[in-house]
């Protein structure tokens, strides 16, 4: 059976790009930590605002005005900057990663059903294998991994493209060759 690869790949591949999640629940204690820091310096900040810029019943300077702004203004950079590698993953190579394996276990077994030429098949197999790897594998690399050249790859839309003409040739192939079923055959 020509699509047993994509479907023994889309397995493999959806284990790594699955176990993003779990990776990703890791990195939730930095992140909270950051949102508490976050939440405390903007909480402060809203304090002396209600209480008309006095802290202790004395008017603020314009100098601790401006370190507690600053402070707030810090903190919500940090919160940012921690969850943005996990939003990264979420967004990329998990997302990506997950609906491109489903995808070649679908076609993998699409292609046990269809009566076409074995060249046509072959082809179809090997873009979604292709495609996957090409853009989600790239996610993977570029945000997981910090690997440049893979963002260089990817920035090409290579994988992306041979993903849509491998749903191209699906649907041709589904046209010309989708096998009836044994009931559908005898009246």
Request: glycine share 8%; no cysteine.
């Amino acid at each position: 059976m020509i699509g047993k690869k994509n479907i023994v790949f889309g397995f493999l591949y959806l284990v790594f790009t699955a176990a993003l999640g779990p990776f990703m629940i890791t990195q939730f204690d930095t992140v909270a930590q950051a949102q508490q820091e976050k939440q405390a310096a903007f909480s402060r900040l809203e304090q002396f605002s209600a209480n008309n810029f006095e802290e202790n019943l004395e008017p603020m300077s314009a100098d601790q005005i401006a370190r507690a702004n600053s402070g707030a203004l810090l903190a919500l950079n940090k919160q940012l900057n921690a969850r943005a590698p996990i939003d990264a993953i979420k967004s990329g190579p998990h997302t990506h990663g997950n609906l491109e394996s489903l995808l070649n276990i679908v076609v993998g077994l699409v292609l046990g059903l269809l009566a076409i030429p074995v060249l046509f098949k072959q082809i179809i197999s090997w873009v979604f294998i292709a495609g996957a790897l090409l853009h989600s594998g790239m996610l993977y690399l570029a945000i997981v991994f910090h690997q440049a050249w893979a963002g260089t790859l990817l920035n090409t839309g290579i994988g992306p493209a041979l993903i849509l003409i491998g749903l191209l040739l699906a649907g041709i192939a589904s046209i010309m060759g989708l096998k009836k079923s044994p009931s559908a055959a005898h009246p």
